[in-house]
């Protein structure tokens, strides 16, 4: 098990003394992860934790995690999460990018959750930088949409994108 401090507030000062908000996040030996905040009470010398979202392999559940924690969504935005969570885990913070900006209830949602074994299953190197990351990876997934919508399917095999190979699985192969 990997666990790490994700994201930490600024120390807030008030008449109880100072304090912040953590965020930790595990990342399971079976690929799964899981969230939890700490309210850390400096002068009290107490810590308070709250209960952990574990199971989080999709992302629409780090999603629905980070917008169900009043204390994630109070202070830290889902890019400052995501862009915190990218070294470790950079398709999962990218493809997580992805689905947030797609529309409830929209077709391409479904579409997002059809192609999901396929993006997660990636071979390509991607910039150290989050937001570098999450444009070039914009592309990619644009493309797949343009091939699918072209050719009725999904890319396989190596395509060219952007100057880097990009090594596509088939579906079949990831059963």
């Not at 030996?29 to 850390?40: E, F, Q, V």
């Not at 479904?110 to 989050?130: A, E, Q, R, T, W």
Request: charged share 25%; glycine share 6%.
């Amino acid at each position: 098990m990997d666990r790490f401090l994700l994201l930490k507030t600024p120390d807030d000062f008030g008449m109880g003394g100072s304090q912040c908000t953590e965020l930790y996040c595990s990342i399971l030996k079976n690929g799964t992860m899981s969230l939890r905040t700490c309210i850390d009470q400096h002068n009290d010398g107490g810590r308070t934790y709250h209960k952990a979202i574990r199971g989080i392999k999709h992302p629409s559940q780090l999603f629905d995690a980070a917008n169900q924690m009043d204390e994630i969504c109070s202070y830290f935005t889902l890019d400052e999460v995501l862009e915190s969570l990218y070294p470790k885990l950079p398709l999962f913070s990218l493809l997580t990018a992805i689905y947030a900006r797609i529309e409830d209830s929209s077709p391409d949602r479904d579409f997002f959750c059809l192609v999901f074994p396929l993006i997660k299953s990636l071979s390509i190197k991607l910039p150290g930088d989050y937001w570098k990351g999450r444009a070039f990876f914009d592309v990619i997934y644009h493309y797949i949409v343009v091939w699918f919508d072209e050719h009725k399917g999904f890319p396989n095999g190596e395509h060219e994108i952007l100057g880097q190979t990009v090594s596509f699985k088939s579906l079949l192969d990831l059963k």
